[in-house]
């Protein structure tokens, strides 16, 4: 299975809501990825899990709060988002965070804040 | 991690072989090229990565020039379905991976 699942597949929330993406793995891996991609735009990195533990954010606002409660899941958790923050959310996972292994992209989570 | 160049679109027949080329002029010993695509609306999809030596696998062939300057991503025989934006990524593989994405070829197949 080198499957990368997301959910949910759309968002639509409004600027003082508070919502989580959830997203999972069951291949073993032991690193796993936040990015954002604004439309037409590359995938930019947001967060870096290595083994449970944040490795790297990539100076994100507080609004985006990412949690790791397994080796298996990976959250982002959204609150006071601005319309600007619309975007699609994807998440990737590696065998590890570091060495030459290729990440494993999910289909994302498109989110649309109002 | 170096910087790359790719053009910003292309065109190829389907069935033709596709050979999409990336400058990484500033690449050093350490660093890896690797390739993703990303079809419209899907998450990206590895599909090669390389150091000194050319590589093949099932979806692709990685051509690195013995400067390692540049590189040449070949897809053998394109379908519709290759139609995707190809991202052309220069990392080093020590340390927390950060895979940086430029702006990427947009390869359209044409019937």
């Known amino acids: 299975d080198t499957e990368v699942t997301q959910t949910p597949k759309h968002l639509v929330m409004g600027m003082t809501n508070k919502k989580s993406l959830k997203c999972e793995q069951h291949m073993g891996h032991r690193a796993m990825y936040w990015y954002k991609q604004k439309a037409k735009k590359p995938p930019e990195l947001m967060f870096v899990y290595s083994y449970e533990k944040l490795s790297i954010n990539e100076s994100v606002p507080s609004r985006f709060s990412p949690e790791c409660p397994n080796s298996s899941l990976l959250n982002l958790h959204l609150h006071a988002l601005q319309p600007e923050d619309s975007a699609l959310y994807l998440c990737?996972?590696?065998?590890?965070?570091?060495?030459?292994?290729?990440?494993?992209f999910g289909p994302g989570t498109r989110l649309t804040v109002t | 991690d170096a910087k790359t160049t790719q053009p910003p679109s292309m065109d190829c027949a389907e069935g033709r072989a596709a050979n999409l080329p990336c400058n990484h002029s500033?690449?050093?010993?350490?660093?890896?090229v690797y390739w993703y695509r990303q079809i419209h609306s899907q998450g990206p999809q590895y599909i090669i990565h390389?150091?000194?030596n050319n590589e093949t696998n099932e979806m692709a062939s990685l051509i690195i020039t013995e400067d390692r300057k540049s590189s040449t991503l070949i897809l053998p025989h394109a379908t519709l379905r290759d139609t995707a934006v190809y991202y052309c990524i220069v990392r080093v593989v020590q340390g927390a991976q950060k895979l940086v994405f430029g702006q990427g070829t947009r390869l359209t197949i044409n019937p």
């Open positions: 500033t690449i050093s010993g350490n660093e890896y």
């Open positions: 990737a996972s590696s065998q590890t965070s570091e060495g030459a292994y290729e990440q494993y």
């Open positions: 390389g150091l000194k």
